[in-house]
């Protein structure tokens, strides 16, 4: 499936495959998994980290609609390239944390 603003393909591969970022302001790239390694309630802002890199995102990209999230938090989640060169996560989605 593409994403309606003309991104990448989404939901066709295994999670954690490698996969294309999109580049262009607004574009959507593949799902990754990662983890929530940082979040500030006070700023509303957080970051995710996968085995590339750590991104930021801003809460209202929480799916769940809580604004809230726990750092430590196993996620799916995917990238836009926003302005200033940056990349941020977008649409995260809390996934069970894998059994010990």
Excluded: K, N, W
Aim: overall charge negative; hydrophobic content about 40%.
């Amino acid at each position: 499936m593409t994403d309606p603003a003309g991104g990448a393909q989404l939901g066709e591969a295994q999670l954690g495959e490698a996969r294309p970022v999109a580049t262009q302001p607004g574009r959507l790239a593949s799902l990754r998994q990662g983890r929530v390694v940082a979040f500030s309630s006070e700023r509303c802002t957080g970051e995710v980290e996968d085995e590339r890199g750590r991104y930021p995102f801003h809460c209202v990209e929480i799916a769940d609609g809580t604004r809230r999230i726990a750092e430590g938090t196993p996620v799916v989640f995917a990238l836009r390239a926003a302005h200033g060169g940056i990349f941020e996560a977008v649409q995260l989605v809390a996934t069970p944390a894998p059994a010990a």
